[in-house]
């Protein structure tokens, strides 16, 4: 009745169309009914739902619902960047189809029912021109999606079948029954939508039908006898497939239109990725729970993001575990906890296996592809904490926590050796009492391997040739216990955390600067949760500075391309990628070395000619498989990931590895000596090529 009202209120010749066409008022009440029920369906799975994820803990962070819904919802940040040879278009096209779709039903909805709080109608005139025109375009876009969507999950599935011994697949999106279904059913309402348009306009020609310009080219081929009855059943065919769109969401795929934005909104946005929730002693205490053995204790948000995983694979394609055929899949860490909570949330590392659980690096490669934003390392940490209560640590990682949990280095060198690699170089101490401005944390690494004494001396005798005020803590210094924590031994990390703050108290230091990135994401990024925040610097970062203000030479390679190879914790979780670059190579050698293997669009404000970037680089770099404890593991000869990184290395063709991190130069040296094809290659750390270059 209404709908015949307000053609009534508009002008003739003005373009609109009739809602309800031939719907007569107890089809309508049929319509609404239908809707309602399948509302109804929808909404009971969601309350299930949210009771299932509320079963877990609150959150301890304050999220930025509408920065991060912007970024990564409307924006797609992550779909843009993760794989866009692999989907990412496809993807856009759906998801803003899709929006669109919406948004012109919610704007045809407000324009039908506003009266009802006094609001005009307004789905007429110019207006109705052009949203006609724009959501005609739109619609096809999804359409296009859609379709495309569908040959790319035919091809993959085809690829599957065909190689099916492969032992890592290059694609790993999951593959079920439903989701032909969800397409077939967003395919069918994209389609019927444009019929009923072409329909309507057979059924009741207007002027300005051209607009509608999909539904006006569609209706030249609607059969003349097409009338009234044809028109509407086909409108309660398209009603009855939205009404099935909303009672099955909850059980498809799609579901994660809503629940990623949910997971989205609710999540930590920190840039930096590198802090991992401290377990408190009292909370300990209370309940006699260390980590997690029950997906209950995950946080709500959590539990919640499990929901929005899409199963699209993108951090399955990433995991240098994964890519070189371990059990641990951090798509498979997610849909197993998931079904672990469903199913009672008790056998939940059972589910995911302690194998899997061991061999992740915590490199992060996977939260950073993962769309929804799950924190894959936050949930794989706290699982091994409860391993490690439970004693379930043994061999090669156990020996690392008694080592260091004993002399306070990962190594197990007693602290005097920590003063080992200074001997006649007159290095300053903290207890020399003399200020400094800089703390130069050495690391067990940097104080300990042989490799990365040769970093330490080298950054040292920079620092000293630029005049950088600086001392060093020598055997006050203590493991800063970064592979304890992301093993899961948060208590021996905390006992080496105070030990070291009240070190830093002792001696005021407030600035901090080290060669080791892992040591850099400890003390920047967690150490603020048990004492004072540091401003701490990655040596590169100071070393960029000091080239900058003209008191050091950037480094000068002999010949040939430099590659740098990004570590995990300094380019993904510290978002820390130029600074190193800015010290490879300037441009005095471009002559000598031919145009960079650099795409000049990719190429940043400062000289990288002689750079040849790997294939994986900056964020997206490739672990070289040392974090998380990993370097002090085990490793089956096959199965180590930095004979992978070694290959995009190696495959750039230059002649000089560059590195920026003690773990990575340990595992990659070790890797080259395994290898036929590197011996002309050099493994150096950028402060040694740096002093090279100022050794006059
Ligand atoms: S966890 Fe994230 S990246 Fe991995 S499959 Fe799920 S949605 Fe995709
Ligand atoms: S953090 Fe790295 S190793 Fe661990 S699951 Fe994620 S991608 Fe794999």
């Keep these: 009745m209404r709908s015949f009202l307000w053609l009534a209120s508009v002008e003739p010749g003005v373009p609109t169309r009739e809602e309800y066409l031939h719907i ?68 856009l096209m759906i998801f803003y189809g899709f929006m669109a779709l919406f948004l012109a039903t919610t704007l045809l909805a407000i324009s039908s029912y506003g009266y009802l709080v006094g609001l005009p109608r307004f789905h ?21 999606g859609i379709v495309w969507a569908g040959i790319r999950r035919a091809a993959l599935i085809e690829a599957e079948r065909q190689n099916p011994e492969a032992k890592v697949n290059p694609n790993p999106l999951s593959h079920r029954p439903s989701d032909w279904a969800v397409l077939g059913l967003l395919f069918v309402l994209g389609l019927t939508g444009y019929i009923l348009e072409a329909a309507r306009i057979a059924v009741n020609p207007k002027p300005w039908d051209h607009y509608s310009f999909v539904g006006w080219t569609l209706a030249a081929v609607v059969p003349a006898s097409f009338g009234p009855e044809g028109y509407k059943a086909i409108w309660w065919f398209h009603a009855f497939l939205v009404a099935v769109l909303f009672a099955t969401l909850p059980l498809m795929r799609i579901k994660h239109i809503v629940t990623a934005t949910l997971a989205v909104a609710g999540a930590k946005t920190d840039p930096n990725m590198g802090r991992l929730v401290p377990i408190r002693m009292e909370e300990v205490e209370e309940t006699g729970q260390i ?17 929005a995983c899409m199963e699209c694979g993108r951090c399955t394609e990433v995991c240098p575990a994964h890519n070189v055929g371990k059990v641990l899949n951090p798509k498979r860490v997610v849909q197993d906890t998931l079904g672990a909570h469903l199913a009672g949330g008790s056998e939940v590392i059972e589910r995911v296996t302690e194998e899997a659980l061991w061999e992740c690096t915590t490199c992060n490669a996977c939260v950073e592809a993962c769309p929804v934003l799950i924190k894959h390392v936050d949930m794989i940490v706290d699982m091994r904490r409860n391993l490690v209560a439970e004693g379930k640590l043994s061999g090669s990682g156990a020996t690392l926590l008694r080592q260091l949990g004993s002399t306070g280095n990962a190594w197990g060198a007693q602290s005097s050796q920590r003063e080992d690699w200074m001997k006649g170089l007159d290095i300053p101490l903290c207890r020399d009492g ?85 040591c850099l994401n400890t003390l920047r990024n967690e150490y ?25 030479r950037g480094a000068q390679p002999a010949a040939g391309h430099v590659t740098y190879h990004d570590p995990c914790y300094l380019a993904r979780v510290n978002n820390t990628s130029d600074p190193p670059r800015s010290l490879v190579g300037d441009d005095t050698d471009f002559d000598k070395n031919g145009p960079a293997l650099l795409d000049e669009a990719a190429r940043p404000p400062y000289p990288l000619r002689v750079l040849a970037e790997p294939k994986q680089h900056a964020r997206k770099t490739l672990c070289c498989g040392a974090g998380g404890g990993r370097m002090w593991m085990d490793e089956e000869p096959d199965q180590r990931p930095s004979s992978r990184r070694l290959d995009q290395l190696v495959e750039t063709g230059a002649e000089t590895i560059a590195v920026a991190c003690p773990f990575c130069r340990i595992m990659l040296d070790a890797g080259m000596k395994q290898r036929s094809d590197a011996d002309h290659i050099r493994l150096v750390d950028l402060a040694e090529m740096m002093q090279e270059a100022n050794a006059e």
Excluded at 124 to 144: H, I, P, R
Excluded at 448 to 461: I, S, Y
Aim: hydrophobic share 40%; aromatic share 12%.
């Design 124 to 144: 007429q005139g110019n207006y109705y021109l052009l949203y006609e025109a724009t959501f005609d375009a739109l619609g096809l876009l999804f359409l296009v």
């Design 24 to 91: 007569s008022g107890p089809e309508k009440v049929a319509f609404y009914v239908l809707m309602a029920v399948s509302v109804a369906i929808l909404l009971a799975q969601v309350i299930r739902r949210i009771a299932l994820w509320r079963s877990g803990k609150p959150p301890t962070w304050k999220p930025d619902p509408i920065g991060s819904i912007a970024k990564y919802v409307l924006g797609q940040r992550k779909v843009q960047s993760s794989r866009p040879k692999s989907g990412a278009p496809m993807h």
């Design 291 to 307: 980590g997690v053995n029950d997906t209950k204790q995950f946080t709500s948000w959590h539990l919640m993001s499990l929901d």
């Design 528 to 552: 603020g949760d048990f004492g004072d925040e540091l401003e701490v610097f990655h040596h590169t970062e100071l070393l960029s500075e000091l080239v900058g203000q003209g008191l050091l």
């Design 434 to 518: 003399k200020p400094f401005e800089y703390l130069f944390w050495v690391g067990c690494a940097g104080a300990t391997d042989p490799l990365g004494m040769k970093t330490t001396k080298a950054f040292a005798a920079l620092l000293r040739k630029a005049n950088v005020s600086f001392a060093c803590l020598g055997s006050e210094e203590s493991c800063t216990g970064d592979p304890a924590r992301r093993l899961g031994d948060e208590f021996t990390f905390q006992a080496s955390a105070e030990m070291n703050l009240a070190a830093f108290k002792k001696y005021g230091v407030k600035k901090v600067v080290t060669a080791c990135p892992h």
